[in-house]
């Protein structure tokens, strides 16, 4: 004779049927949840590949912010790491570029065309309130490529001729020829080798230029090169 299964009370077997449907239902979520994990692992890899750094660092943050523990998220966060590194200097490119301004005005002979930057701060000349220094590259059909500084007030201290210093990034800096023409229309000082601070503004990050001021000493303005569209000035 078989022997009779124990009876079990039926508080106990509620509590273990909402026991087992409770971890049913959490399977099931995790489930869905990994297969969310993976088909966003899939649009992560695409936009890798395809070098789309804002989508692929925007598909690597769902995971690591909504995926923590899924292993899609530990296979990718490298390469996460990676686009997002690749976004900031995107943006830090695009800031850049944009500090430049650029001209093409037409005169007698062609078009004269320009680019020009503003310094990172104002500098104080020893008169009145400090200004960004100008630095701008200019291109005319008549009076040919010059490169040269402007102020706002106060003036250069470099008539009958200088030497001011240039510098880019962290390197040492090169002494460079200047003139201050006597003219009152612009207060603008020329760097002579016009052709090879050009090359170094489209070389660097940041190139700094120390001058002399009428008023006495020497001051220096930084400039944030690193955007220059050497296209513009296609004859440079």
Request: aromatic share 8%.
């Amino acid at each position: 004779m078989a022997t009779p299964a124990p009876a079990v009370p039926p508080g106990q077997l509620r509590k273990q049927e909402v026991h087992e449907r409770n971890a049913e239902r959490k399977a099931n979520h995790d489930a869905a949840k990994e297969q969310k994990a993976q088909e966003i692992g899939r649009q992560f890899d695409a936009k890798y590949a395809e070098k789309n750094w804002v989508l692929a660092a925007a598909h690597g943050e769902e995971l690591v912010v909504m995926h923590p523990d899924s292993p899609v998220t530990a296979r990718i966060r490298a390469q996460y790491e990676e686009a997002k590194a690749k976004v900031g200097e995107t943006r830090e490119l695009q800031r850049m570029a944009a500090l430049w301004e650029y001209q093409s005005v037409p005169v007698k002979g062609g078009s004269q065309l320009s680019a020009a930057i503003y310094s990172k701060k104002p500098i104080e000349t020893g008169v009145g309130t400090p200004y960004p220094v100008r630095l701008i590259f200019r291109d005319h059909p008549s009076w040919g490529r010059s490169s040269y500084l402007v102020l706002e007030n106060g003036d250069f201290d470099c008539y009958g001729g200088c030497k001011v210093q240039v510098a880019l990034d962290d390197k040492a800096p090169k002494a460079m020829a200047a003139s201050r023409p006597k003219t009152d229309e612009a207060i603008a000082m020329f760097i002579e080798d016009e052709r090879a601070l050009w090359r170094m503004a489209g070389s660097a990050k940041t190139m700094t230029i120390e001058f002399p001021v009428k008023m006495g000493g020497k001051r220096s303005a930084v400039f944030e090169v690193g955007g220059l569209d050497t296209s513009k000035l296609p004859k440079w």
